[in-house]
């Protein structure tokens, strides 16, 4: 986890290789990456791993780097810089090379860069939640209300639709931070050259095949099969008796349609050896020509506005020539860009969604995540994707206004990025639509760094949230100030975003990316539209929402939008707002056939009846027994009560169902209950150990598995939805 500090110092990131080029260079006082320390070894891979905790947080794995150097990237090959490159970095290394990281592992890393003196903490690492309360959550939120701003990522989960945000993103008064694509996406590639009628040598990046990749690094002239740049199966069928001899030709094909060593084929039988692909898509990849590999001399392949250029320019009756170096002899990687048309500027499809299950505000705001240039470990560079490229972007810009405005206060530093933040139309992985994208996806839409750190006029809060139809709240307000030099008159709107239903057709299970899109929008009525204030003075402004009408509220539709504040100054501001229409208490949250009984080690279900031998009682293992439960909705507590299956259970360790539901129980499990639980599959071990802290003797049992509805009264038994898993046998190791 990296930090910033001292002008911006901190960072909470896995782990970072700080001898790369572009980040120091070495790990210490005086160093970019100055201080951290590695809690877990190399070796650690979550639960069950052993921990060998050193002083060196030195990455082994590429994630971490990339994240220190979106902030603190150095002078460098590629001629980039980080976003905030005069901040010193700490890291605090909580993955080992493989696997995950526990609770208890994260919560020291915040709570030590916190006492370490971290200006900024900033957390690329989640997993999927939608609870304020998670463990680590309830610490980053402490460590704000202390003064320290916490950046997290929002997650990756944006395929499951709405009400999936990322933990601990989720956490009260951290931001949690969205994702957005590249406008135009970075690409690395060999540096070689071309040249056009024999002039000057111009730069371009390819990448050699992975099999056949001996670019002759000489100058070869480039032949076209199709002077079409639209044709969609260039070279799959056998190219025309009039095409010349190719040896000595760099063969230029479109991608498309059929196998690369099919479209080698047909060049091979007109003696050419070189194949040169353009994609016909953004970015481009080392291609592979399998069984034509033996016959090429090398193949590669350009982006699609290279290879279209070459075409045009052989249209035109041009000649052009390409020196292809091959990756042994390259002097180094080339950067260039493709334009990315279909979902450029748009959140990424990826991204998780919100609100939370108690209708909190997520993600704050989005910074560029999709497609990110950054440093790589063993002095490379890589391209990435994920909240975890554009949560360290925030965490950046924070320290930059900071370091304009002389405070790290979190709150006037979220709501200056949210109220100056540009909120982007909807896009559904594929094109752009009318209207925009939900607040629950983006947040308070696209950061502005330049606009937050000189801003005159302030919002107060962030954001606003109606809740849902049974916890509706009929009035919130905004707080506006003129900390400017002049007066300022403002024009206060709203403008709607698209509206979405959450739950499927049926009314029981959510829906997956893209949730579908239903006309109607709430109507805000504000207590003033147009305000003026001189310098220094404020007003709070009421706000009050008329949800849409005539929508299904079975299936929960979340509205959502934005207040629009514009000021004679010039300044254009927003909040986001949201609400729900319908009662997520109706609903259930677990539903029958969805609870089992596994081995937690190789994640394979029991059939009914089957014998599980559990290691000796306190012995440390992972081969043990996995309690599974799919919620189809979060759930703010679930039980799990063990109910013997032998006509004789041990009387002096059964008792009657707390709850008073008709069955005898030998307790919980030792952990359990579960709080705060978000949706989906959830696999928790079990050794056989009780809450009593006894371990449950050998026989016969069964899970009864109840979670309560959210909003739910725990003490009232038809607040809870009930299943039941198959039965199994329970044997100890001797």
Not at 714 to 731: A, G, P, R, V
């Amino acid at each position: 986890m990296p930090c910033i500090r001292d002008g911006g110092r901190g960072s909470l990131t896995a782990q970072v290789d700080y001898t790369h080029e572009a980040l120091g260079g070495c790990f210490g006082e005086g160093c970019l990456v100055s201080f951290g320390t590695d809690l877990v070894g190399d070796d650690y891979h979550g639960s069950f791993s052993s921990i060998k905790p050193d002083n060196d947080p030195k990455d082994c794995n590429g994630h971490g780097t990339h994240v220190s150097g979106i902030i603190a990237a150095q002078k460098n090959s590629l001629n980039f810089m980080g976003a905030a490159p005069n901040v010193t970095l700490g890291m605090y290394k909580v993955f080992g090379c493989t696997g995950g990281a526990a609770n208890d592992i994260i919560i020291s890393a915040l709570n030590m860069a916190f006492e370490d003196g971290a200006n900024i903490i900033t957390a690329s690492l989640g997993e999927s939640g939608g609870w304020s309360e998670s463990p680590w959550g309830v610490v980053a939120s402490r460590i704000v209300d202390q003064g320290v701003p916490c950046t997290i990522s929002a997650g990756n989960d944006g395929q499951y639709g709405m009400f999936y945000p990322g933990s601990a993103g989720d956490a009260n008064g951290v931001m949690g931070i969205a994702s957005f694509e590249n406008i135009i996406d970075p690409v690395l590639g060999y540096i070689s050259s071309f040249s056009i009628d024999g002039g000057e040598d111009q730069y371009i990046g390819y990448l050699a095949s992975s099999d056949c990749p001996n670019w002759p690094g000489t100058p070869l002239p480039v032949y076209a099969t199709s002077l079409d740049p639209t044709v969609e199966d260039d070279a799959c069928k056998p190219l025309p008796d009039d095409t010349p001899d190719l040896s000595g030709h760099a063969v230029l094909v479109r991608r498309g349609t059929c196998y690369f060593e099919e479209k080698a084929a047909n060049i091979l039988a007109k003696n050419g050896t070189y194949l040169l692909i353009y994609n016909n898509e953004p970015g481009f990849f080392a291609p592979n020509m399998d069984s034509a590999s033996d016959k090429l001399n090398a193949g590669g392949m350009l982006l699609r506005e290279q290879g279209e250029m070459f075409v045009a320019a052989l249209k035109a009756g041009h000649n052009v020539t390409v020196t292809l170096i091959s990756p042994t002899y390259s002097p180094g990687l080339f950067v260039t860009g493709s334009v990315n048309h279909r979902i450029g500027g748009a959140v990424n499809d990826f991204s998780s969604w919100a609100p939370t299950w108690e209708m909190h505000f997520k993600p704050q705001v989005g910074a560029p995540g999709g497609n990110i240039l950054s440093t790589w470990t063993d002095n490379d560079y890589a391209n990435a994707n994920g909240t975890s490229m554009s949560t360290p972007m925030v965490a950046s810009i924070l320290a930059l206004i900071a370091q304009v405005r002389g405070t790290f206060d979190p709150t006037t530093l979220r709501n200056l990025v949210s109220a100056y933040a540009k909120p982007q139309i909807w896009n559904d992985g594929e094109r752009f639509y009318q209207g925009l994208a939900p607040a629950p996806q983006q947040g308070a839409g696209f950061i502005q760094a330049h606009d937050a750190a000189y801003a005159t006029t302030l919002l107060d809060p962030s954001s606003l949230s109606f809740n849902e139809t049974a916890h509706f709240v009929k009035e919130l307000s905004i707080k506006v100030t003129n900390s400017g030099e002049k007066e300022i008159s403002y024009n206060i709107s709203q403008v709607p975003a698209l509206t979405m239903y959450t739950l499927d057709a049926d009314g029981v299970y959510p829906m997956k990316f893209p949730n579908e899109i239903v006309e109607g929008h709430a109507t805000l009525t504000f207590s003033e539209q147009q305000v003026t204030l001189m310098p220094g003075a404020s007003m709070v402004i009421s706000v009050s929402a008329q949800p849409p009408e005539g929508l299904d509220e079975g299936r929960l539709p979340v509205w959502s939008g934005y207040v629009i504040i514009n000021g004679t100054d010039g300044s254009a501001l927003s909040m986001p707002y949201q609400g729900l229409s319908g009662s997520m208490h109706t609903k259930a949250v677990l539903t029958w056939g969805h609870v089992g009984v596994a081995s937690y080690k190789d994640k394979w279900f029991l059939d009914d009846g089957a014998e599980f031998i559990l290691p000796g009682p306190g012995t440390v293992s992972d081969d043990i027994l996995g309690i599974y439960a799919n919620l189809v909705l979060g759930s703010p507590k679930v039980r799990c009560d063990i109910v013997p299956m032998t006509t004789c259970p041990p009387k002096s360790i059964t008792v009657d169902d707390p709850l008073g539901d008709n069955f005898k129980t030998v307790g919980q499990p030792a952990g359990w209950p579960l709080k705060y639980v978000p949706r989906g599959g959830n696999l928790s071990p079990w050794d056989g150990q009780l809450d009593s802290g006894s371990y449950i003797p050998p026989g016969k049992y069964k899970f009864v598995i109840r979670a309560l509805r959210l909003f739910g009264d725990e003490t009232k038994l038809e607040e809870w939805d009930k299943d039941t898993s198959t039965s199994f046998h329970i044997k100890y190791q001797t």
